[in-house]
């Protein structure tokens, strides 16, 4: 995270301090950085000029009206998996030519929704879905623009819970599948096939797995010889959560998809979501109290699973690091957790760490993505707040909910 550093033995992002944060807001809450967020969107932008991409932002990594607005701002489309999605993405602005909806489950009032904000693309997941979409076009009377989202059946290397391109995971449809829908696409009268889609996991730090994939489409379009608008190359793009984490090489991907475009002669989608946002956050939490156990120490934090859900639901790994740096290292080893009663409910161990104290604060870093968006209010606990940092300006960018609100909902 570039633009989270100590100045001393204070934790900044940009030019302001976290220390002063924590006492004007209750803890925890989310601080993203705006600079970070923009840097980002422009290092994918470059890496891609070549196939000029309408870069897509994967709404889903991280919700917040702002967040979306400053994206859309610079250019980024939205790729949404739900009705409320879309209508965040619009009312941050984005254009609904823009906008890309995924997703196996969309529901009629979802595709009629899109139908009617006359959205850039809606990918459909399966031929139930295709008839569905069709007899809404033929009830209205238009040919409907979509993309088939492909399965291309490609292990993305990546965590299996959050892999998404093999043939046993539910998204997309198989190959063979799709051979057969285009066979007999007269009975689908009333869409256009514009697009082809894929999106085959996420967190992916290697381009082996895109290349097949792109190998994969080639194929497809050849076979059918099949006149394409746009081809929708999904996301997933991974980011550096421990330092031994070998980043993308996305200048290498680039040029695949820079050739791969002037074969097909059609606009490039992507739809990263992590990548834009996942290193521009952090999760800032009091240490409630410290437990001795048998092994270890229990550092409780005021923040749970409820709050940040990436470690319990996927395992991730997430650095904790103080706010406050002091130069002592002999605390031994402990175990950082939430309060939520649930086993799952704990971050990150440490065999040794700095000396830290009850009341003190500490930072989950690379919160920015899937983080305040997979929040809930289990354990019947309020959604935290969202803070935006600018230089050396804050701005809440979504208050922290009312607790009685939240009881007598
Ligand atoms: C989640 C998702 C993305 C974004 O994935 P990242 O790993 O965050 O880049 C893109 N496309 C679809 C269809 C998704 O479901």
Redesign the pocket.
Known sequence: MPHLKYFGSNLFIENSSIVNLTKKNKTPFYVYSENQIKENYLKLARSFKNSNPLICF?T??NTNTSIIKILGKLGAGA?V?SGGELLKALKAGIKPNRIVF??VGKTEEELKMAIQKKILLI?IESESEARLLNKIGEKINKKISVGF?LNPDVDAKTNKK?S?GKSENK?GISIKNFYVIYKNRKKFKNLKIDAL?V?I????LSDTPYKKTLNVLLKVVNNLKIKLKHIDL?????ISYERKNKEINLNKYAKLVHNFKQKLNCNIIF??????V?NSGILVSKIQYIKKGPKKYFIILDAGMNDFMRTALYEAKHEIIPVNKVSKKNFGALEFVGPICESTCKFTSYKNYQKISEGDFVAITNAG??GSSLSSNYNTRPLIAEILITKNKFKIIRKRQDLLKLINA
């Open positions: 994967a889903k990594a790729d998996v995924s997703g990918n989202r959050i998404t998204f889609s999106h996991g996420s967190q992916i999904g996301g997933g793009f991974g739809e990263p979501g992590r990548s834009l996942g993505a899937y």
